[in-house]
DNA sequence: ATTGCCACGTGAAACATATCACAAGCTCCC
DNA sequence: GGGAGCTTGTGATATGTTTCACGTGGCAAT
């Protein structure tokens, strides 16, 4: 559709495409029709200029002098990423974190439904929640082909991600979100993306104490904080 | 500590120390008391180069033509991200995410706490889950202002996000690690990390979109899958 | 029509990050 | 002591990403 891939979009672009089009959701329920890269990118706390170079990278959507229309643009966007196909996801492990995924609405919203979920403690498998039922582990091959299961939610113990990913990954899936806190080896075929949250409270405690020893102190109402952080 | 910080350090960079500390503390584990850049750059993902390059942006810690010991490199990293510190954080919104943050045995793990934990349903106000007592939202500044507490959780629906981020600023929270699926608007001297389960999904539907379209097909038992991807 | 203004799309420049390749330093062994 | 063999730390280089700045096309009003 509409002619030039000009490069490879960079990873980042495609995190901020996810952004804009949420905004975009957001802003067409509002009833917004038509929105500048300047405005959109206030919204998504990007620039304008980064705005239309991530559009760029596969085409022209807006209308020189004008602006983006926004029904139109989300449209785009969503093409691009291939959101709306539905794509069918398992979840492995059905813990605290993987009940909470089970639950957590903003995927049906996107068009990504959990259709299947496993879990190797008999205690849970049968268990019904949010209309799918638990299976055990060893039907993971079976019912992933049987459904042409794509993408695949991990959230078990660290210790079981490896051995779980290389039987996702012999039912075929392609596609890995990782909430376990290790390194997972996947071949090439196989896409992986992470989420980690000691990783990102790690990130935080370090621009933390490098603010605190820059002395990006005298903020006001900060003194109590300031006294916490260095004595 | 230790002279020379040449030049600032990426944000990647950061994020893998991350790693690095995380298998430095599962190779002690293991009892090994030495390993190479090489070695160390395989079980994480990286390469050789780059983690000797990360290393580098604060200090040397190995030895030439040794390697580097486990237990003092480990040491290194822990002070260099401020884990270990103890911090105490908040955690704001106690659903199915929020419970599921305050089970996971990975945050104490790495010397960080969820010590209060606020919610603005009744029902939930006064639960305790992991010895940590629910208290309503009104609470917050207080508490917050009176534990000293930096870091905070945000695990509350998209539309109560900027709010309620607005009420842990004045509190005044320093850090802010925020699962809404919300572009957040914080002051610059307060950090702020996402983990957005929506766009790592979406980026995952993108990447496997342009590998199919790529043709890198053929892999063996994958017709299953391309016939579903395709038609 | 013409003028004035606006906002996109995009080459080119600036900047940031990752990779390469090798000198420096350590250990071991002869 | 000296040479062989290893691995770090780091300039130099290559690659990748963001920002700048402006040409282009489009709308509105006079």
Redesign the interface.
């Known amino acids: 559709m509409s002619g030039s891939p000009r490069g490879k979009a960079p990873?980042m672009a495609?995190?901020r495409?996810?952004?804009y089009?949420?905004?975009l959701a957001a802003l067409r329920e509002q009833g917004v029709e038509s929105i500048s890269s300047e405005h959109l990118s206030a919204?998504?706390?990007s620039t304008a200029a980064q705005v239309r170079r991530d559009l760029a990278y596969f085409g022209s959507f807006g209308r020189r002098g004008v602006g983006y229309e926004v029904h139109s643009l989300q449209t785009h966007v969503q093409k691009?990423?291939?959101?709306g196909?539905g794509?069918p996801?398992a979840l492995i492990g059905v813990?605290?974190?993987g009940?909470?995924?089970l639950?957590?609405d903003?995927?049906p919203r996107?068009g990504?439904r959990i259709v299947e979920a496993f879990d190797s403690d008999p205690r849970r498998v049968g268990t019904v929640i949010r209309d799918v039922v638990v299976k055990p582990m060893d039907q993971i091959k079976e019912t992933i082909?049987a459904r042409?299961i794509?993408?695949a939610l991990l959230a078990v113990p660290a210790k079981a991600a490896q051995g779980v990913t290389e039987q996702l990954v012999a039912a075929?899936v392609?596609?890995?979100?990782n909430f376990a806190?290790v390194?997972l080896?996947v071949p090439p075929?196989v896409?992986l993306?992470s989420?980690?949250?000691?990783?990102?409270?790690?990130?935080?405690?370090?621009?933390?104490?490098e603010?605190v020893a820059e002395g990006?102190a005298a903020?006001g109402?900060?003194s109590?904080?300031l006294?916490?952080?260095s004595g």
């Not at 691009?80 to 959101?83: A, E």
């Not at 392609?174 to 979100?177: A, G, K, N, T, V």
């Not at 989420?195 to 104490?209: F, G, K, M």
């Open positions: 990873q495609i995190r495409l996810s952004m089009y949420r905004t919204l998504t706390g691009i990423l291939g959101i196909e794509w996801m813990g605290n974190l009940s909470a995924l639950a957590y903003g995927f996107q990504f082909q042409h794509v993408m075929g392609r596609c890995l979100l806190p390194t080896k075929h896409h993306a989420v980690d949250l000691s990783i990102e409270v790690e990130y935080l405690s370090y621009v933390l104490r603010s990006q903020e109402a900060c109590d904080v006294r916490a952080l």
